[in-house]
């Protein structure tokens, strides 16, 4: 089985669909073009979710489960807003992430959709690791983003099949937390030559696709 790496580097670079085919996934990091692209609406801003503040083994809302997947101590946590150990200033809203270094997958199979994003906080001090899969853990694609800390970014994704879950894998999530919020699901409208828009600021996010045998 071969697979195709591809990088999106400071800047925006388009590039076009037509020649790969439309089983490559389209990666978003602006929320508006996701939301229009998709017709995205939001399904979780983790506000409802009680308790926070506290490790809990996993929980669900909104259909969706979220469990933690440390070797150890495997937890999730609500955090409420005002925290200021994220790599921002100061959280304005509830944060989905772990105590200590964040592992905890997002179990969609109850109502999955093909079109999946959220706001992102990263803490600059390595990459976070999102692995989306399809039905039966068929994994569809690996994004490491490693783009600056700072501000609150955004990372959607949109497949030719189902997203079932994603697993969120953090890099010094012990030091500086990292998590998620404002769960978006959509579904993809199609459209004649797609592009693929990789606008970052700073960093890079990358990928992995593991490719079908033909």
């Known amino acids: 089985m071969k697979s195709l790496s591809l990088a999106c580097l400071v800047g925006a670079i388009l590039v076009s669909l037509s020649s790969i085919g439309s089983a490559f996934p389209t990666l978003y990091t602006d929320s508006s073009s996701f939301i229009t692209d998709n017709s995205a609406v939001l399904l979780e ?5 009680i308790p926070k503040d506290t490790a809990l083994l996993s929980f669900a809302s909104n259909g969706v ?7 150890t101590s495997p937890n999730v946590w609500v955090a409420s807003a005002g925290y200021t150990n994220f790599g921002v200033p100061v959280t304005m809203s509830s944060v989905l992430t772990s105590d200590g270094n964040e592992d905890f997958t997002m179990d969609l199979s109850a109502n999955p959709t093909t079109a999946v994003g959220f706001d992102v906080y990263l803490n600059g001090l390595g990459a976070v690791t999102t692995q989306w ?12 983003d490693a783009r600056d800390s700072g501000v609150v970014r955004f990372l959607g994704l949109t497949a030719d099949e189902p997203i079932y879950s994603i697993r969120w894998t953090a890099f010094g ?9 404002n769960v978006y699901v959509g579904t993809i409208i199609p459209a004649p030559g797609a592009i693929l828009l990789c606008a970052l600021g700073s960093g890079m996010v990358g990928w992995l696709r593991r490719r079908r045998t033909l």
């Open 45 to 49: 801003d983790f506000e409802a979710v």
């Open 65 to 71: 489960t979220y469990t933690g997947a440390q070797a």
């Open 133 to 144: 899969y399809g039905n039966g853990s068929n994994l569809l694609v690996t994004v490491v």
């Open 173 to 181: 999530g012990e030091t500086i937390n990292t998590g998620l919020d």
